[in-house]
């Protein structure tokens, strides 16, 4: 039911009588320019989107969501009036198919193509050519497209990143003179940061399908999911001296892309090849553009059974309504389009053409993923703890790529691979256990998102290999090949409170995981005092973990007898449990008055925004504060940085970025002296980095290992050249590998006794990326926290050179410096903001360490 409501009241438009209809315009009648004369902002591409749907048999269109600013995100249907008439049936039928639904089909199922456009927002091109696309698709008396649509539906989304996109236009319209200029070294070909590539938290929507960290993501994934279609087309722009590039894809290709998915992007590519073989327009298949990270706009659609592929134009930011190439020739919006309109329509074509077959194979690949064909394992178990919030957002977010999770009625034992210590080992089973079958129409998505060890087959690849959930989430978690069928559905844990014996002296809260951080966060916001306890401790028959928070009635008389009410309501809101205790005498540990129980002052924070051009970074810690913990940050400029009173914030924060400029020795000594005066410094990544070898900093750059004169004579020997050591040309890109690190997968030794590691274990998993210098703490009053050690890589590519450096190194520490203290995150926890236990690792240090 919840499906066909979904579907049923996001149509804005209906099939209209002739009568009725407007006079269907072109986007150059409607708009008053022919396309590539100017840019089109969102406003105006959702107009003529509109205008279309009311002007044309051929379209229905929706808004399936909005973006954070408010965008409206708009999806047209096209095909044949007599098809729009049964949308619903046509949807439905599909979802038989791929096994998501029960029931025989009704009527013909349709071939369904999906084009998505502009997830990069200042490539833009790409709504541009949406619009033409659009215009030929709906336009009723034309012959070439309209026989496609007899057995052909076509989802066209116009703008997946609408404030990206206005973001740029906004800022070309402002640059471009009276007429464009298209000389490189004009202004209009210099776009300023932080560009209109990312949303407005500066997240890329093109890595982000399979994690749903953001707003425009959850919305396109709820409806695509709906529909599952056949053919996933995903439009975007490149450097301005490339050629097009189309499907095939390069190597490597996930294992388990099948051979038809090969195969028919080889078809597509073929009759693109055709069309662009009659203009004369240079273009290149096989290379650059891999299959394998599942966040993207053509793998996610690939492991759901789809045909998902990458169309890439010249141009991008650089490129404006024109711009002169390194070959001399002048590039202009005008020919971009007509390059995305081709292959727009030839991808349409194609799925017509081969309707029969890419239905039936559509059904063939679901009914393959139902039986787990090639599957190495059958079943995936995560451990249940009802007080831990990890496993409820685990099995959310399993919901939400709308995979199958539950759980079991009745205990039972299993054998299987363990994700904490990779080795095969025996386990139980018990009611309560997160448990998925990979013996479900998405099985290919749940093994690519749960394989333990990333099966890549070649090193050279475009972005991380190596991601599982269980890692990321940080959870006991078992991969096994007996099939394990969940029976019963897997329950969220519920907020409440309890009741003391007598009247409650104090109420705790456990600290386990980001979800109790968001709670505090609400709490401290309702002026209601917190402390947390450094030590564990036990109390009224429970046992409670360091870094348990604490509320007592002392320092909370503004709510008097209601204090616990206004737990109880924030408590269910946050499906938090809070248990009321009598007194504040524990049984064993620190009594709740103890120096090892901290008042948590809320924090005032500040964080550095775009300094170096690295927005990324920035934008994932703004994200984290205001949707992931919903606590205040100000953001702040770099030139506004260098003359604030540092003293009006008790946390700082720098993103991953160069500060050789912010901070020079004026900077680092002003820096200095508010830490010691008792500020709290948080670094990040490249930020961390900056402060080694710099005085009154503990963090130092790990000493290269001595060898002994044997190894120095060898190493000797391979720096000269000869048979066996020259090195080829052509494999200079794989030769580059030995060096690189994209993202791969670290196991990490943990003190959690230190705060920066309460709601850990002794061992935890971090995302490492690139090749950052190896450090660690030295001196008194610094903790090395997390410390990567020897052999500690449980997946993912590494080159061998990287590999030796990062072993016995810092993963994360705290340094003591005067009354304030140092958080160093060597690698950035927030990255794209998908590693959830990085969540907690830095709401510890935001309000737990150095109070």
């Known amino acids: 039911m919840r499906r066909l409501l979904i579907i049923a009241c996001l149509f ?25 004369e100017r840019f089109t902002r969102h406003h105006e591409v959702a107009g003529y989107v509109k205008h279309v749907s009311e002007a044309s048999p051929n379209v229905v269109l929706t808004e399936y969501g909005k973006t954070n600013e408010g965008r409206a995100l708009l999806l047209s249907f096209i095909s044949t009036p007599e098809n729009l008439a049964r949308l619903e049936e046509i949807r439905t039928n599909n979802l038989k198919l791929a096994g998501l639904m029960d029931g025989e089909l009704v ?28 215009y030929d698709l709906a336009n009723p008396s034309d012959p070439k497209t309209q026989p496609w649509l007899a057995n052909t539906i076509v989802l066209l989304d116009p703008m997946i990143n609408p404030d990206g996109r206005d973001r740029y236009v906004n800022w070309y319209n402002q640059a471009v003179g009276a007429t464009n200029n298209v000389t490189p070294d004009a202004q209009e070909h210099s776009e300023p940061g932080p560009g209109g590539r990312t949303n407005h938290y500066n997240f890329d929507l093109n890595r982000d399908w399979s994690w749903l960290t953001q707003k425009e993501t959850q919305a396109r994934i709820r409806i695509y999911n709906e529909w599952m279609p056949h053919v996933h087309v995903d439009f975007h722009e490149q450097g301005v001296d490339s050629p097009y590039y189309f499907a095939p894809a390069a190597k490597p290709l996930h294992a388990v892309i099948t051979d038809w998915q090969v195969e028919f992007q080889t078809i597509i590519g073929r009759n693109h090849a055709r069309y662009f073989d009659q203009k004369g327009w240079l273009y290149f298949t096989k290379q650059q553009f891999d299959l394998y990270y599942p966040g993207y706009g053509d793998t996610y659609p690939m492991y759901n059974g789809a045909i998902g592929m990458t169309y890439e134009q010249g141009g991008g930011a650089r490129a404006g309504l024109g711009i002169i190439t390194a070959e001399g020739d002048t590039l202009t919006l005008a020919g971009r389009i007509a390059h995305h309109y081709t292959t727009g329509l030839s991808t349409v074509e194609m799925a017509s053409v081969h309707h029969d077959r890419v239905v039936d194979e559509f059904k063939a690949y679901f009914d393959r993923a139902n039986s787990n064909v090639g599957g190495e394992f059958a079943s995936y178990v995560v451990k249940a703890d009802p007080e831990d919030g990890r496993i409820d957002a685990m099995a959310l977010h399993l919901q939400e790529l709308g995979i199958h999770v539950g759980t079991v009625s009745e205990g039972r034992r299993a054998s299987g691979y363990s994700y904490r210590s990779g080795d095969d080992t025996t386990f139980r089973v018990t009611p309560g256990d997160l448990v998925i079958s990979a013996h479900q129409p998405r099985s290919t998505m749940l093994n690519v998102l749960f394989e333990p060890i990333s099966s890549i087959p070649d090193s050279v690849t475009y972005d991380i290999t190596a991601w599982a959930l269980p890692y990321a989430y940080d959870v006991d978690a078992y991969a096994t090949s007996e099939r394990i069928e969940p029976d019963s559905a897997y329950v969220r844990s519920e907020g409440n409170v309890s009741v003391a014996s007598g009247q ?44 348990t928070l604490i509320v007592t009635r002392t320092g909370n008389e503004m709510f008097g007898e209601k204090l616990g009410n206004v737990l109880s309501e924030l408590a269910q809101r946050h499906n938090q449990t809070v248990t009321a205790v009598s007194t504040g005498f524990v049984d064993s540990g620190a009594d709740f008055g103890s120096s090892d129980v901290h008042y948590i ?4 924070v500040a964080v550095v925004r775009g300094n170096g051009g690295d927005w990324a970074s920035s934008g994932q810690i703004w994200h984290f504060f205001e949707q992931q913990i919903g606590y205040p940050v100000t953001m702040m400029t770099p030139e506004r940085f260098q003359s604030v009173d540092l003293g009006d914030y008790e946390l700082v924060v720098l993103p991953e970025a160069s500060y050789s400029e912010l901070l020079n020795e004026d900077g680092l000594g002003r820096l200095t002296s508010w830490i010691r005066a008792g500020g709290r410094l948080i670094a990040v990544g490249r930020a961390a980095s900056f402060f080694m070898g710099k005085k009154n900093f503990a963090i130092k750059k790990k000493p290269k290992e001595k060898k002994d004169e044997d190894e120095e004579d060898e190493e000797d020997n391979e720096d000269r050249p000869d048979s066996d050591t020259l090195k080829v040309y ?20 943990v003190d959690n006794t230190h705060p920066l590691a309460f709601g850990f ?25 997390g410390v990567l050690k020897v052999h500690s890589l449980v ?19 705290v340094q003591q410096m005067g009354k304030g203290s140092i958080v160093y995150l060597i690698d950035n926890p927030l990255f794209r903001g998908f590693w959830y236990s990085g969540q907690l690792l830095m709401a510890n240090a935001v309000f737990l360490v150095g109070q």
């Open 761 to 785: 274990g002794q061992e935890s998993f971090v995302l490492k990326r690139g090749t950052v210098s190896p450090a660690y703490l030295s001196g008194s009053g610094s903790w090395n926290v």
């Open 107 to 134: 009527g013909e199922a349709l071939s369904i193509v999906w084009l998505s456009y502009n997830v990069h927002g200042n490539e833009s091109v790409s709504s541009e050519a949406a619009m033409a696309t659009l």
């Open 504 to 547: 409650s002296y104090a109420y705790l809260i456990r600290w386990k995981d980001v979800s109790d951080a968001k709670f505090l966060s609400d709490l401290l916001q309702k002026k209601i005092k917190v402390r947390y306890a450094e030590k564990a401790f036990e109390i009224e028959g429970g046992s409670y973990d360091a870094g």
């Open 601 to 604: 002052k809320p924090p005032k």
């Open 730 to 749: 052509g494999e200079r890109d794989r030769d580059r590998e030995t060096e690189r690190n994209q993202g791969s997968i670290y196991q990490v030794s």
């Open 795 to 813: 997946s993912g590519q590494v080159g061998f050179e990287v590999k030796e450096k990062i072993e016995e190194s810092l993963a994360y520490g």
């Open 12 to 36: 804005l438009t209906t099939v209209l009588p002739a009568a009725a209809r407007q006079t269907l315009l072109t986007p150059a009648d409607y708009l008053g320019y022919e396309l590539g």
